[in-house]
């Protein structure tokens, strides 16, 4: 099956504080994106490269990838409103069945050639799965006013969730169409949607890694420089 990894960089990225999205910041003398995009361009198993980016920045992209010579960008296609959005827009672009689509957010920009191959491998015997870690902190549930906490989860059995996550191309599009129907649908990952519309599928968990940070805030951004200066 093809491997097309899916890079997700629709978002605004608010919390940063910066008046250019978060993949357009510059790390160690290159964006985010580009050093997001080089991880799986340079990874073999990896066949080809959609990137979804916000309509008003696909100029700004499209450039990054051109200068940076990333060969195994195919689209470079608008996003929407809603995570989910983003995900409809590189599904369109991928509607027949046998593709591996490994989803993947531009701002983890650490992602290791170990976590590619380890999504591959689970794609091989498994239809979806999701990049995670063991939660190492206690994780509280609280009731519905957000004052008192209701119960203290078991955190032998919770992970914390990373990308990418992989999917076969028709089990994705099958549980987004389903989705679709429901007047109520809302989702934060994709997961999330085969877990609800398609529950009869099982989703392996892939061992992420603590390094596969996402950047969020600006208190991040040393954290990462280190990190990549320690991999080079």
């Given at each position: 099956m093809k491997?097309?990894?899916?890079?997700?960089a629709?978002?605004?990225?608010?919390?940063?504080?910066?008046k250019?999205?978060?993949?357009f910041?510059?790390?160690?003398n290159?964006?985010?994106?580009?050093?997001?995009?080089e991880?799986?361009?340079?990874?073999?198993?990896?066949d080809e490269?959609?990137?979804?980016i916000?309509?008003?920045y696909?100029?700004?992209?499209?450039?990054?990838?051109?200068?940076?010579?990333?060969y195994?960008?195919?689209?470079?296609?608008?996003?929407?409103?809603?995570?989910?959005?983003?995900t409809?827009?590189?599904?369109?672009?991928?509607?027949?069945?046998?593709?591996?689509?490994?989803?993947?957010?531009?701002?983890?920009?650490?992602?290791?050639?170990r976590?590619?191959?380890?999504?591959i491998e689970a794609?091989?015997?498994?239809?979806?799965?999701?990049?995670?870690?063991?939660a190492?902190d206690?994780?509280?549930?609280?009731?519905?006013?957000?004052g008192?906490?209701?119960?203290?989860?078991?955190?032998?059995?919770?992970?914390?969730?990373q990308?990418?996550?992989?999917?076969?191309s028709?089990?994705?599009?099958e549980?987004y169409?389903?989705?679709l129907t429901?007047?109520?649908?809302?989702?934060t990952?994709?997961c999330?949607?085969?877990?609800?519309?398609?529950?009869h599928?099982?989703?392996?968990?892939?061992?992420?890694?603590s390094?596969?940070?996402?950047?969020?805030?600006?208190?991040?951004?040393?954290?990462?420089?280190?990190i990549?200066?320690?991999?080079q």
């Amino acid at each position: 099956m093809k491997n097309v990894a899916i890079i997700l960089a629709g978002g605004a990225g608010h919390r940063l504080g910066e008046k250019l999205p978060k993949q357009f910041l510059e790390i160690n003398n290159k964006t985010v994106l580009a050093h997001t995009i080089e991880k799986f361009n340079s990874h073999p198993a990896i066949d080809e490269i959609a990137v979804v980016i916000h309509k008003d920045y696909i100029e700004t992209a499209r450039n990054i990838i051109h200068q940076e010579g990333f060969y195994k960008v195919r689209h470079i296609v608008p996003g929407g409103k809603e995570r989910y959005h983003s995900t409809l827009a590189a599904l369109a672009c991928y509607p027949t069945p046998g593709v591996n689509l490994l989803i993947h957010d531009a701002a983890r920009l650490l992602v290791s050639p170990r976590i590619i191959d380890y999504t591959i491998e689970a794609l091989k015997t498994c239809s979806a799965c999701t990049t995670a870690i063991p939660a190492t902190d206690t994780i509280l549930q609280c009731d519905q006013t957000k004052g008192f906490i209701q119960a203290i989860l078991d955190r032998s059995m919770l992970f914390q969730v990373q990308t990418p996550q992989g999917f076969h191309s028709e089990i994705l599009q099958e549980a987004y169409k389903i989705a679709l129907t429901d007047p109520n649908f809302h989702c934060t990952d994709d997961c999330g949607v085969i877990q609800r519309y398609l529950p009869h599928v099982p989703i392996k968990i892939v061992p992420g890694e603590s390094t596969n940070i996402k950047l969020t805030y600006k208190e991040d951004i040393p954290v990462i420089e280190n990190i990549l200066l320690q991999m080079q």
